[in-house]
């Protein structure tokens, strides 16, 4: 078993590289998401207890 020393340094490591790709590609695929007919669709249905609307298209924002 891995010391706890070794674990901990393992994380850490893991964390100051992974973590700013991982935000990186989560801002890429929200910015592209939230540019979509579907996106803008989703919470009206939802509030209104309607069947949605799909597209799969850009809305132009």
């Known amino acids: ?3 706890s020393h070794a674990v901990v340094a393992a994380r850490l490591a893991l964390r100051m590289h ?3 790709a991982l935000d990186r590609a989560e801002r890429d695929y929200l910015s592209g ?4 007919h ?3 669709e989703g919470v009206p249905v939802w509030l209104d207890k309607r069947a949605p609307n799909w597209k799969n298209s850009r809305t132009g924002l």
Do not use: N, V, Y
């Open 38 to 40: 579907d996106a803008t």
């Open 18 to 20: 992974a973590e700013p």
């Open 33 to 36: 998401l939230l540019k979509t």
């Open 1 to 3: 078993m891995p010391s």
